[in-house]
Nanobody, 121 residues
Framework: QVQLVESGGGLVQPGGSLRLSCAASGSILMINTMHWYRQAPGKERELVANITTSSITTYADSVKGRFTISRDNARRRMYLQMNSLKAEDTSVYYC???????????????WGQGTQVTVSS
């Protein structure tokens, strides 16, 4: 079974930092571009950042200069370092990736269960 699991969320004061992790596991042959999304209450899910297999990155304008996405292909992990956090960064953060399953060579889009980030004093 192929899955993604996020960790690292929590409560942090404005201006603080958090590091999110996303771990991929299961019968994985290949992990393509990986993404971090977030969804705040009453709002649509939005793309925060993504990273290709060769570590080319893109960011939403709202997080540029504050967030850094990275990945460790050998460990099948992705990270999101979040600095200078603001109240408006409060959301559930989701890991997303297209992965190939070696059992049937199928390519599917997978989501993690989400991790809550709350920025508040």
């Amino acid at each position: 079974q192929v899955q993604l699991v996020e960790s690292g969320g929590g409560l942090v004061q404005p201006g603080g930092s958090l590091r999110l992790s996303c771990a991929a596991s299961g019968s994985i042959l290949m992990i393509n571009t990986m993404h971090w999304y977030r969804q705040a209450p009453g709002k649509e899910r939005e793309l925060v950042a993504n990273i290709t297999t060769s570590s080319i990155t893109t960011y939403a304008d709202s997080v540029k200069g504050r967030f850094t996405i990275s990945r460790d292909n050998a460990r099948r992990r992705m990270y999101l370092q979040m600095n200078s956090l603001k109240a408006e960064d409060t959301s559930v953060y989701y890991c997303n990736a297209n992965m190939v399953d070696y059992r049937d060579y199928s390519s599917r889009n997978y989501w993690g269960q989400g991790t809550q980030v709350t920025v508040s004093s």
